[in-house]
Structure formats: structure tokens, C-alpha cells
């Protein structure tokens, strides 16, 4: 039998699973190791060991122990960093927070370490907490950024095919191709979406812009709405399913609407 080998990291709480009468596995995107599985025992009757950190979307520092990469860790301490007590207090703020760590989950990779992914979870999350006048909106930036981390980024700046650059005018966004396309090229995908030119600009802004700076960023109605239908369709391509917790935030927002 292979000994457990002992490790430490920094970590983001991505989701939790409760498992048999105490114990929990809970799912880390770490700042050395990429996401770690691992199980918490007796997390759901030791207070003292897991208080306020096995949370979704708190900040932690981990030790924890594994036979081999494959292998479900054994979570043996885990104490918060950072609980961003001031979204729990806000329902849309947990709604969005939930959903910057649910993306995340969906897109890294067990194992692999991604530097860029964890600091874009780290630091959006700060920003909600500090910023507050982000709404989902703001969240089209935070999903093109992460797509550039996991090696995704949409073309949004030229079409495609023919490589000419995005000006006035539609565009349509072609997921199969991970990209827009022009009028004069078109596209045979029916997932294609319609997309004008501003909503591209928008879009471009915000994923270079410093991050605390993308609270400024304004939308109309029409690039919300464009964005929004953008990155869910590319989104939803790439997984092959709707993420849960978007559904949720959008279905709270209706019923207060």
C-alpha cells in the first residue's frame, strides 16, 4: 500500500457533498494543485474542525493527504482565509458568487495546476464583495476571462474565416468555431446567434479592462441581452449542458422582477 503523501494549499471551496451520517467531500480549486477532491471526516458533526470552511466559495488553507493524484483526498484541516461574510448577507451577491465558483468547477481540471483560473476566482470574488453596483452583467467579463484561462477565449475581434476585422454592422457568433463570423462568410451552425458590433466592443472592453474597473462598464439593453445569449450558447457547447447555478440566479431575479 502506497503511504499518503502530506500536502498544503491555499483554496476555494468550489462545492460540498454530504456522504454517510458525518462526513462530507468537498471539491477545492487550489492555488498548486488544480481541483482536489477530497473527504472531510466527521465535517458535518466536528464544529470545531471545519467551522466556516468547508462553505461554498470561501477562501481556505488545506492539509490534506493522497495515495496518488487519482485518489479521493483525506481533507485533514481546513481553516478560513477569507469567508466573504459580506456576500452571504446579500442574496444576489451569494447567487453570483455561486455561480463564479460553479463555473470554475466546470472548468478545471482535477490534478492541473492553473494560476491564471485561481486568480481570476480570487479576485472577482473580492470584487464582489467590494463593488457594489455589479450585477450579472458584469458576470459576461468574468466568463470570457475564465474561457481565456482554460484555454477557450471566443474570437470576438475578426471573423473566423476570412480574418477580416469586426466593425459595424451584425456578426453572428458561430460556437462550433469558436468565434464570429461576417456577413459575407456566414455560417451553416443553427446555434449561431445574431451579435452587433457594439455588443463585441462591450464584451472586448470589459475582458481587457482592469478588473476593478469593469464595475464602471455600462450596458444597454441591447448588449446585456446579445452578451448574455453569446456566452451561454458557447458556454453550453463546451459543456454540453446549462450551468445549474445560473438557472437559479436567473429564476430568483424573476420572481422579484
Request: charged share 30%.
Amino acid at each position: 500500500m502506497n503511504p499518503r503523501t502530506p500536502l498544503k494549499a491555499e483554496a476555494f471551496v468550489l462545492r460540498t457533498l454530504d456522504y454517510g451520517d458525518s462526513d462530507r467531500i468537498v471539491t477545492f480549486l487550489t492555488d498548486e494543485f488544480g481541483k482536489v477532491r477530497g473527504i472531510a471526516k466527521g465535517a458535518r458533526k466536528s464544529r470545531k474542525r471545519f467551522a466556516n470552511a468547508l462553505e461554498p466559495f470561501s477562501r481556505v488553507r488545506i492539509l490534506f493527504s493522497r495515495r496518488s493524484r487519482d485518489s479521493l483526498a483525506l481533507i485533514e484541516a481546513s481553516d478560513p482565509v477569507d469567508h466573504h461574510e459580506a456576500l452571504r448577507g446579500d442574496l444576489e451577491k451569494t447567487l453570483l458568487a455561486s455561480y463564479v465558483v460553479d463555473l470554475a468547477d466546470h472548468f478545471s481540471v482535477e490534478g492541473k495546476r492553473n494560476d491564471a483560473l485561481f486568480g481570476l476566482v480570487r479576485d472577482f470574488l473580492r470584487l464582489l464583495d467590494r463593488e457594489p453596483a455589479l450585477t450579472e452583467d458584469h458576470l459576461r467579463f468574468y466568463e470570457i476571462r475564465l474561457l481565456k484561462a482554460s484555454g477557450f477565449e471566443p474570437v470576438l475581434d475578426r471573423c473566423t474565416a476570412c480574418r477580416c476585422e469586426a466593425g459595424s454592422g451584425t456578426w453572428r457568433f458561430d460556437p462550433r468555431q469558436g468565434g464570429i463570423r461576417c456577413g459575407a462568410c456566414g455560417t451553416g451552425d443553427p446555434d449561431a446567434v445574431a451579435v452587433t458590433a457594439g455588443t463585441l466592443k462591450t464584451l472586448l472592453l470589459g475582458k481587457d479592462v482592469e478588473l476593478e474597473r469593469i464595475g464602471r462598464i455600462s450596458f444597454t439593453r441591447q448588449a446585456a441581452e446579445e452578451s448574455r445569449v453569446l456566452t451561454a450558447c458557447f458556454i453550453r457547447h463546451l459543456l454540453g449542458r446549462e450551468i445549474k447555478s445560473l438557472q437559479v440566479l436567473r429564476a430568483v431575479r424573476r420572481l422579484e422582477g
